[in-house]
Structure formats: C-alpha cells, structure tokens
C-alpha cells in the first residue's frame, strides 16, 4: 500500500509540474496585428462616338466589309473606353451576326453583319492611356444584298464589352 501511494505522489508531482510548464509557456507568447488595404481603381466605361455605317448600296450589292482602321473614319465605328490611366483591360465583340433591319423586318427587309474586328484587337489588348482614355474602333462585314432587298434605312445594335 505505501508503494501505491508513493507512485500516486509522484505521479502528481510530475503533474504539478507539467501544469507550471504550461502556464510559463504562457508568459512567452508574442502577437501583433496586421492592416487591410484595398485599392479602388476608376470605373471602366465605353461611350459610343460613331456608328459602324456601311454606306449606301443598291440591290444585289456585293458583300461590304468596313475595316476598324488606326483612327477613325465616315464608316467604323467608335467608342472612347475611359477609366484608371495606363491599365489594360479586355475588349469582348460580338460572337455570332448580328440583324439590321427595315420596316417591319419581314421578306427582303433584312441584312446581317458579321465577321467582327476592331483596334485594338478583340481579347486582353486595350490600354489606358496616361490619361486614362483609349479610342476602341470597330468593323465588321455586311452580307450580300439581294436582288429583292427592299429600299430603305437598316438598323441593328450590337454590344462592345470592355473589362478590366
């Protein structure tokens, strides 16, 4: 029996001794705080300045295509892109044709456009200027007019999206 207690005694000094480890360790522990930052850069924004304009033509007019250029002309169309000076961001031209139409848009009153491009070319080519302005010019390709193409004004919209 006294065996017994004598390891209970030990055992609990072992203890009380690993307690006051612990609680010392305590008194060696450090911390320090960090800052958050966050930095907002301009809004990016696109204004159209002209429209893409094919001329005009008469029925059974070949095919018309209206290059994007380096500066601006009667027939692309232009868009200033503005935003935070000197940063990149991404020009996104219209995937598939697009519809211009006249009257109620019916037999012979339509013409589509296609085969899109512009300048800067499309993907992650734009770049601010130092002032934080870059012209976007666009062109595209307007179908073949049919013989039967009714006279008259066509119209049709399409989007330009620039991203940083």
Same mark, same amino acid.
């Given at each position: 029996?006294?065996?017994?207690?004598?390891? !209970?005694?030990?055992?609990?000094?072992?203890?009380?001794?690993? !307690? %006051?480890? *612990?609680?010392?360790?305590?008194?060696? $522990?450090?911390?320090?705080?960090? &800052? $958050?930052?966050?930095?907002?850069?301009?809004?990016? &924004?696109?204004? /159209?300045?002209?429209?893409?304009?094919?001329?005009?033509?008469?029925?059974?007019? *070949? $095919?018309? @295509?209206?290059?994007?250029? @380096?500066?601006? @002309?009667?027939? /692309?169309?232009?868009?200033? *892109?503005?935003? =935070?000076?000197?940063?990149?961001? %991404?020009?996104?031209?219209?995937?598939?044709?697009?519809?211009?139409?006249?009257?109620?848009g019916g037999a012979n009153e339509t013409i589509s456009v296609n085969s899109w491009a512009s300048y800067p070319a499309a993907g992650a080519n734009g770049l601010l200027t130092g002032?934080?302005?870059?012209?976007?010019?666009?062109?595209? &390709?307007?179908?073949?007019?049919?013989? !039967? =193409? *009714?006279?008259? @004004?066509?119209?049709? !919209?399409?989007?330009?999206?620039?991203?940083?």
């Amino acid at each position: 029996m006294k065996t017994a207690v004598k390891l !209970s005694g030990t055992f609990f000094g072992i203890l009380a001794a690993l !307690s %006051t480890l *612990v609680f010392d360790m305590e008194a060696f $522990a450090a911390s320090t705080s960090g &800052t $958050a930052r966050q930095v907002v850069i301009a809004a990016l &924004t696109i204004t /159209n300045v002209s429209d893409l304009d094919f001329g005009t033509a008469a029925p059974s007019d *070949v $095919a018309k @295509t209206v290059v994007p250029g @380096t500066s601006e @002309t009667a027939d /692309n169309g232009s868009f200033t *892109v503005a935003g =935070q000076a000197s940063t990149a961001y %991404t020009i996104t031209l219209p995937a598939a044709a697009i519809t211009m139409t006249t009257g109620g848009g019916g037999a012979n009153e339509t013409i589509s456009v296609n085969s899109w491009a512009s300048y800067p070319a499309a993907g992650a080519n734009g770049l601010l200027t130092g002032g934080g302005t870059q012209l976007l010019l666009v062109g595209a &390709t307007r179908a073949a007019l049919g013989a !039967s =193409q *009714v006279a008259g @004004t066509y119209t049709g !919209s399409y989007t330009v999206t620039v991203v940083y």
